[in-house]
């Protein structure tokens, strides 16, 4: 079974610019998260999607973050524009539906660098 | 925020020691997981605890999920070199929407 893929895997930007992010869920699975997580510290949650619906994204900083799953499979994170602080791994994750005992798979993420 | 204390932050041992990290939360979860993520590659589940008390293990690790619910225990027997990497808990309360709370991390080092 294929996991979850994300890509670029590396990416360096020069501040203001902006960048975007792509992932593609295992085969199935309608709930999909991207987290944020920076050097020392654990993942932090920036949006919770089920199938193409919005579950949350209270942590997303909207002013510059989107991110968005049209068709239900596929996602996309975009920052515009970046801020050296944004400078983190950024990981995509996906779990079956429901409320048994599913846990989610991680993609090897993407390392974001703004300079 | 909902914070969830993990300790120690890092660990020097030798090949073939036993290791013992934890965590404890504020608040009670009915959940406790614990992955391992290696660098460049995104975190792993190693074992998941359901039940107040459960202990679980996975080859030469073992946790459980703390009777109050407001811990959990990570220990790994007889260490070898591919155990090397950082450990991360994570809980999960009853009314979450199904998302985690995650710890800061507990880094793993083998002295040669």
């Known amino acids: 079974e294929a996991g979850v893929a994300q890509s670029p895997r590396y990416k360096i930007i020069e501040k203001r610019q902006s960048v975007a992010f792509w992932c593609n869920p295992i085969s199935g699975h309608a709930t999909l998260y991207w987290y944020q997580q920076i050097l020392g510290q654990g993942p932090k949650l920036l949006i919770q999607f089920q199938n193409n619906g919005v579950v949350d994204d209270s942590q997303l900083p909207k002013d510059r973050f989107s991110a968005e799953r049209l068709k239900g499979v596929d996602s996309t994170l975009k920052i515009q524009p970046a801020k050296l602080e944004d400078s983190a791994v950024y990981l995509c994750?996906?779990?079956?539906?429901?409320?048994?005992?599913?846990?989610?798979?991680f993609g090897q993420g993407t390392r974001l660098t703004v300079v | 925020g909902q914070q969830l204390n993990q300790s120690p932050q890092s660990m020097f041992i030798q090949e073939g020691e036993d290791v013992s990290m934890n965590c404890t939360s504020s608040?009670?979860?009915?959940?406790w997981l614990w992955y391992k993520q290696d660098p460049g590659e995104g975190p792993v589940l190693l074992i998941a605890l359901y039940k107040a008390g459960e202990l679980t293990s996975n080859g030469r690790l073992t946790a459980q999920f703390g009777i109050t619910r407001k811990d959990s225990f990570l220990n790994i027997s007889a260490s070898i070199p591919s155990d090397v990497g950082i450990y991360f808990c994570a809980g999960r309360a009853l009314d979450s929407n199904y998302q985690l709370i995650w710890g800061a991390g507990t880094k793993l080092i083998i002295k040669p």
């Open positions: 994750a996906s779990r079956l539906p429901g409320r048994g005992r599913t846990e989610a798979f």
């Open positions: 608040s009670i979860f009915n959940t």
